[in-house]
């Protein structure tokens, strides 16, 4: 089992910036793939960032280059920068990780969700 720890959740008014942070631990073989998603009140939960290793990391249409995320393989961590934060981006955030071997089923893991909240 893989075990996620986030932190850098919040309040910041709009505009201001948060920076989210995941480590993983347990079961780290197979990591190939970070992530951060979010779910908004009564939203679906949606892809903020991806960060595949040796890959171009992909981000949501609504990100439009306000946010920054970074993967570091050999330590098992990823970062979300956030800035230009807006209202809309309220939602509880979640590091989510990737786990493959060869000739089985991929494992994804999630994180317990860090709130960020953008309001004046």
């Known amino acids: 089992q893989v075990q996620l720890v986030e932190s850098g959740g919040g309040l910041v008014q709009p505009g201001g910036s948060l920076r989210l942070s995941c480590r993983a631990t347990?079961?780290?073989?197979?990591?190939?793939?970070m992530a951060w998603y979010r779910q908004g009140a009564g939203n679906q939960r949606e892809l903020v960032a991806s960060a595949p290793y040796g890959d171009v990391a992909t981000y949501g249409d609504f990100v439009n280059g306000r946010f920054t995320i970074h993967s570091d393989e050999a330590q098992k961590t990823v970062d979300l920068q956030m800035d230009n934060l807006r209202p809309e981006d309220t939602a509880v955030y979640y590091c989510?990780?990737?786990?493959?071997?060869?000739?089985?089923?991929?494992?994804?893991?999630w994180g317990t969700g860090t709130q960020v909240f953008v309001s004046p």
């Open positions: 989510n990780v990737r786990r493959t071997f060869w000739r089985a089923p991929q494992e994804e893991y």
């Open positions: 347990g079961a780290i073989d197979g990591i190939d793939k």
